[in-house]
């Protein structure tokens, strides 16, 4: 027989190894709980990652605006007399939709203000922090008949969390544990008559969750994993049921609009990530199903042009004349990175670059003090509101405004850009992976040793981009590069390091990545170069089989199209969204994309339209500038593309022709810029010559 001091040598050997294994890649000190099925990709901390070059101009317009502690809507606001500017005692200063839109507001200014080292955003947050740390009792339990408060407990909670991890304040662990120490299934059901609000409580799983990895006593995993049982009510039993027997695999299901697919967007986006993070405790394969399927099934039915899904406000297919809450374009950023976190999938990289660089930027206007409440691929009229007002007409949730009703959007947009910049970064088993390009900086530990790098390029607007390496010895990792879908790696792709050419080799286990693994020291450099190509595609418009019961038309001045108003909405003089649109499947249309960015015709300065176009790259050709700085994603933009189009009689860009143009002739130049730096009106599907 075997010694027992033997086998007690041989168990304190493997696990004495695996704390080696598991320290070859950075690591957050603070998430001391691992779940029991790892992350393909670890979070690091918050403000490892800090912008630089044109993103940090985006982001500190960002700061002065929507995510400011001064931002106008929250600070100066008063409704019945009471300020909306935060979180008190534990609870929300008002109920209704100012305690989600608040939400949203702290949780951006926590996480700007950590990525930008801003210690005016994080005193600010600190003080609303503080009141609600002394209150855990107010924190969990809601205002009695408020349909709203019981869901964005979570939204605040992520604040609360990312202010912990980038500052290690310990009381709000302790606060977590006592605010969910008796929460169980049943207070995740909310009495509403908006019964996407009841499955959007089930967003509380991630304070859960992520309390428990942050030092949460066990029993946060337990009753989060519960939250997904049939006991909990309009919960995630339901909604994991319906996304796997009534959507994944039935397609007649989903044209038919009987499946949970066509929700409210941002309900889709809060609910649908939950199954992959509720994956890594719960080690349940259908969990992570459900989100990967889920998350492909809007790809295919309700993914716009611009890069994040329909949603006005239900997800309503693939249309020139649907739009999108702003809303959704940060709900669909944040639960993306999710997804890539849990899968290691490089293309929720690219889903994320595709939402960051052209409907982020169409979602805010260039001072960040002003957003919309939709966005449209295609809209060319529109009439200015009365100054520092908020209107309910449909028409003005397509302006630029410093704030819309409901104020969801006005609080939301600060979130858009720290969680796309925390992100571009993570953590592997044996090293970093750089999950999204743009300029940045990292500083992280890894094996002990102090690791800076630094991602110096103009990207998208540039191809080349450089990783500069800075360490206090010498240390051995791999560094994985995204490789993008829409290039090929082993003819778009050119790798250097310290100008020596290197293959492009994928690595084994994340194959959407590249891997370089050496001993790096201070001065390295890594030269990436990534030749984008115009890709101009040809598509057929989706419908997803959205339904709304009309009771009326009404017929908006500044459109050249009708817009449907719902009976209720009508009558309480209150439209949340409302610009509900009928899509046409199967109408043909072009778009023009160059790497991660969609060129759209520029219209707010006017001009003319009616454009058919010549839907052949090859046709086409790509003007490269300077990038002007600060980079506000100006109309005289550093990049376009020529192309070729006829003009023809079309007098709504919301319709689109039923068959391309025969026979006609490109014989008009058209000058195109990127998505972003087209602001409101704009063509970016076009009708095209056949």
Excluded at 378 to 389: G, I, M
Excluded at 477 to 502: G, H, S, Y
Excluded at 570 to 584: D, F, K, P, Y
Aim: include cysteine; charged fraction near 20%.
């Amino acid at each position: 027989p075997v010694s027992p001091l033997v086998i007690m040598a041989f168990c304190l050997l493997a696990f004495v190894s695996s704390l080696v294994v598991n320290s070859l890649g950075p690591r957050d000190p603070l998430r001391i709980n691992t779940p029991k099925v790892p992350f393909a990709m670890e979070p690091l901390r918050w403000g490892s990652v800090s912008p630089e070059g044109w993103i940090r101009d985006w982001a500190d317009a960002a700061q002065m605006g929507a995510a400011s502690p001064t931002a106008a809507v929250f600070a100066s606001m008063k409704v019945n007399g009471q300020s909306v500017d935060g979180w008190k005692d534990g609870r929300p200063s008002q109920g209704g939709f100012w305690d989600e839109d608040s939400a949203y507001w702290v949780d951006g200014m926590t996480r700007l203000g950590l990525v930008l080292g801003n210690n005016t955003l994080l005193d600010r947050v600190k003080e609303d922090y503080d009141n609600v740390l002394a209150h855990p009792y107010n924190f969990h339990n809601t205002y009695k008949g408020d349909v709203v408060e019981g869901w964005v407990r979570s939204i605040y909670s992520r604040g609360m969390l990312a202010y912990f991890d980038g500052t290690n304040d310990t009381r709000i662990v302790d606060f977590f544990a006592a605010a969910y120490s008796n929460y169980t299934a049943a207070d995740s059901t909310m009495s509403s008559d908006q019964s996407h609000q009841g499955s959007r409580s089930m967003t509380q799983m991630e304070a859960l969750l992520e309390g428990h990895a942050y030092g949460g006593p066990k029993n946060m995993v337990d009753t989060a994993l519960s939250l997904m049982g049939p006991k909990a009510q309009n919960g995630g039993y339901d909604f994991l049921q319906d996304l796997l027997s009534g959507c994944l695999s039935n397609e007649t299901a989903i044209l038919n609009g009987e499946c949970e697919q066509h929700d409210h967007g941002v309900t889709f986006n809060e609910v649908s990530k939950l199954f992959a993070m509720a994956y890594s405790w719960s080690g349940n394969k259908s969990h992570l199903d459900a989100s990967v399927g889920a998350y492909s099934m809007i790809q295919k039915y309700d993914m716009q042009p611009h890069g994040v899904n329909s949603a006005d406000e239900d997800m309503n297919g693939i249309s020139p004349n649907v739009a999108t809450e702003t809303c959704d374009v940060s709900d669909f950023i944040y639960s993306t990175s999710w997804m890539l976190r849990v899968t290691g999938d490089g293309q929720y990289g690219d889903h994320l670059e595709r939402a960051f660089h052209n409907a982020a930027p169409g979602a805010v206007n260039r001072s960040f003090l002003g957003h919309v409440y939709f966005q449209s691929p295609n809209f060319v009229s529109a009439v200015d509101p009365p100054p520092n007002t908020a209107q309910d007409a449909v028409s003005d949730k397509w302006k630029e405004m410093w704030w819309h009703a409901p104020p969801c959007c006005t609080g939301n947009q600060a979130r858009m850009l720290p969680n796309y910049i925390h992100h571009m970064w993570f953590g592997t088993s044996d090293g970093l992976a750089v999950t999204m390009y743009g300029p940045n900086t990292i500083n992280t530990t890894i094996q002990s040793t102090l690791v800076s790098l630094s991602q110096e390029t103009d990207y998208p607007f540039s191809d080349d981009i450089m990783f500069r390496i800075t360490t206090s010895a010498s240390v051995s990792f791999a560094l994985l590069l995204r490789i993008p879908t829409w290039c090929d790696a082993t003819k778009d792709m050119q790798l250097t390091v310290n100008n020596v050419e290197v293959p492009v080799v994928r690595d084994s286990r994340l194959t959407s990545f590249a891997r370089i693994e050496r001993v790096w020291k201070s001065g390295d450099m890594v030269n990436l170069t990534i030749i984008k190509k115009i890709r101009a595609v040809k598509a057929l418009t989706v419908s997803n089989g959205w339904q709304e019961s009309i009771s009326e038309d009404v017929l908006l001045p500044s459109f050249n199209a009708r817009v449907l108003r719902r009976q209720e909405e009508r009558e309480s003089g209150h439209l949340l969204g409302g610009g509900h649109m009928n899509v046409t499947a199967g109408l043909p249309f072009c778009t023009i994309s160059f790497g991660p960015l969609l060129f759209a015709l520029p219209l707010e300065q006017g001009g003319n339209y009616n454009y058919a176009i010549d839907c052949n790259a090859s046709n086409m050709k790509v003007n490269e500038y300077s990038v002007r700085r600060p980079f506000d994603w100006p109309l005289e933009a550093p990049i376009s593309i020529t192309a070729h189009g006829q003009q023809f009689p079309w007098k709504d860009p919301w319709k689109l022709p039923s068959s391309p143009l025969q026979g006609s002739k490109a014989s008009e130049t058209i000058t195109l810029i990127p998505y972003g730096c087209s602001k409101v009106q704009r063509v970016s599907m076009f009708p095209y010559i056949q």
